[in-house]
């Protein structure tokens, strides 16, 4: 049984879930307080009541908007059958989130980690985590693939990782950036590409 929320958390967990969108749209240095106040409601005290900090309310909604990435992907995850449609599962989760976003604004990470590079260290400690984190992930996969016998023993995990990423996160900017959603599907069959070059080939 879920334990009740105290009325501070639900209020904190309101403040999240109303900005993260606003955040990931605008950015940090384009969201001001005047667009968290409109669309909570909340005043300028409520919400520093909760947060110390327009910082810590961007740094939550980060974490709020990557944790529903993850989720879809997870759920997508135990529906497969292969190690192969595993990783598939990542092209599969960043295509749909480019044309039907289960969060606002699109990949946090991209958006994140493009926009604090040279503003703001605590954000992009965050979306560096958060890559470091996925590229785990994949070599977890593709290792687990190794050892099953479903991908060659000459896999190299670590560099099909980064390209897998490399290609994703690049394919969404670059649609992005032309409004061609098309580029990303063309981007995401040299990701299918890479993941089928794993397998091992019957004789």
């Given at each position: 049984?879920?334990?009740?929320?105290?009325?501070?958390?639900?209020?904190?967990?309101?403040?999240?879930?109303?900005?993260?969108?606003?955040?990931?749209?605008?950015?940090?240095?384009?969201?001001?307080?005047?667009?968290?106040?409109?669309?909570?409601?909340?005043?300028?005290?409520?919400?520093?009541?909760?947060?110390?900090?327009?910082?810590?309310?961007?740094?939550?909604?980060?974490?709020?908007?990557?944790?529903?990435?993850?989720?879809?992907?997870?759920?997508?995850?135990?529906?497969?059958?292969?190690?192969?449609?595993?990783?598939?599962?990542?092209?599969?989760?960043?295509?749909?989130?480019?044309?039907?976003?289960?969060?606002?604004?699109?990949?946090?990470?991209?958006?994140?980690?493009?926009?604090?590079?040279?503003?703001?260290?605590?954000?992009?400690?965050?979306?560096?985590?958060?890559?470091?984190?996925?590229?785990?992930?994949?070599?977890?996969?593709?290792?687990?693939?190794?050892?099953?016998?479903?991908?060659?023993?000459?896999?190299?995990?670590?560099?099909?990782?980064?390209?897998?990423?490399?290609?994703?996160?690049?394919?969404?900017?670059?649609?992005?950036?032309?409004?061609?959603?098309?580029?990303?599907?063309?981007?995401?069959?040299?990701?299918?590409?890479l993941i089928g070059q794993l397998e091992k080939r019957v004789p």
């Amino acid at each position: 049984m879920t334990p009740k929320r105290s009325k501070a958390e639900r209020t904190r967990q309101f403040i999240i879930e109303t900005t993260a969108g606003i955040f990931n749209t605008k950015g940090y240095a384009g969201t001001s307080l005047n667009d968290l106040t409109e669309a909570t409601g909340l005043t300028k005290g409520s919400i520093y009541g909760n947060f110390e900090n327009k910082e810590e309310v961007a740094l939550a909604a980060f974490d709020y908007n990557l944790s529903r990435i993850k989720q879809g992907i997870q759920q997508r995850m135990d529906l497969a059958a292969t190690y192969r449609e595993k990783l598939q599962v990542y092209g599969d989760v960043y295509r749909e989130l480019f044309r039907n976003p289960i969060v606002v604004g699109g990949c946090p990470i991209l958006n994140t980690a493009i926009e604090a590079d040279d503003t703001n260290n605590l954000l992009k400690d965050r979306a560096s985590k958060a890559i470091l984190y996925w590229k785990k992930n994949i070599i977890d996969l593709i290792r687990a693939g190794i050892a099953t016998g479903e991908f060659r023993e000459d896999s190299e995990p670590e560099r099909t990782a980064l390209s897998i990423i490399a290609l994703i996160e690049g394919g969404i900017m670059i649609a992005q950036a032309t409004n061609t959603p098309m580029y990303l599907d063309k981007v995401l069959k040299t990701v299918d590409m890479l993941i089928g070059q794993l397998e091992k080939r019957v004789p």
